[in-house]
C-alpha cells in the first residue's frame, strides 16, 4: 500500500497491459488543445464583481477541475511500476513568481483541494497559496529540500536516485511526497499571466502526474454559427493526458463535462452534483 494511493482493482484489463508496454509516462502521454470560449467567465466574474465578489479566472478553470474530477475519478489516477492506483488526495501543482514579478524566480508547491470544493473554497486555497508562496523571505517545503540536496555536491544524484528506488516500491515517506512537487493530480500553468501562448507541458516520468494544463493567450476561434462562419474569443488549454490511466472515451466525456461547467461557471457557486469513488 502506497501512502499516496490505493491499487486498482477494477481496472480494464488493456490498461493493466498497457502499463506494462508503456512503463513510461513519457511513452504514452496523449495531448490535445481545449478552446474555452472566454466570454461566459468573463460576463460571470463582471457580474460577481458588482456583487462584491472577486474570483480569479484561475480559480473558476480550477474549480471546473476539481468538480469534473468528482465526478470522473481516474482522471486522478497514476501509474507507478507498471501498476494502476487511485490517487487518495487531490493535489494541483503550480508555480508562483517570487515578489510577484515577471523576472522573478519561481517556485513549485502544491494545493490540496477536496472534491466537494465549490468556488468559494477553491478561491480561497489559491489566495492562500500564492501569499504564502509569494513572499521572497518564506520557503515551502520543496524550496527546503532543495536547498539541502544541492548543499552538498553529489548529494541531489545518490538522493534522487534513493526517492526513485522507493517510489518504485512504494516506500517513498509521505513526509518526502507531501514536499515532492512530482506527486500530484495534475501541473496546471497559466502562462497567459505572463503573456505567453500555450504549450503541452510535459508529465513527469519520476512522481504520479497524470494530467498537466496550461493555459495561454486568447485567441480566435472560427466557428460555424447559423451557417455563418463567426470568430469566437478562446482561452487555449494545452492538455497532456497519461493514456494508461482511462480510456479514451472516459477523457472525452470527462473533458466534455470540463467544457460545459466554464460555459456554465455559476454552476461551479455549489458542491458537484456527483462525487463518485475510484475503485
Known sequence: MRADGKKVKGADP??????????KRSDSMNMITLDI????INNYL???RKEGK????LSVFITALVHTIAEYPALNRFVVNKTIYARNELAVGMVVLKGGKIDSHGTMNKIYFKPGFNLDDVENAIQTYIEENRKEENENGTDKIIRVLT?????VRVAVCLFKGLDKFGLLPKSIIDMSPFHISVVVTNLASIRTNHIYHHIYDFGTTSLALAMGNLREVPKRKKGEVVFERCMPIGLVM??????????ALAFRKY???????ELLEKAPDKIKEDN
Open 14 to 23: 488493456m490498461y493493466a497491459v498497457a502499463a506494462h508496454i508503456m512503463s
Open 37 to 40: 470560449p472566454i466570454d461566459p
Open 46 to 48: 463582471n457580474e460577481k
Open 54 to 57: 472577486h474570483y480569479s479566472h
Open 151 to 155: 548543499s552538498i555536491p553529489g548529494l
Open 242 to 251: 497519461d493514456e494508461r490511466i482511462a480510456s479514451g472515451s472516459y477523457f
Open 259 to 265: 467544457r460545459k461547467l466554464l460555459e456554465h461557471p
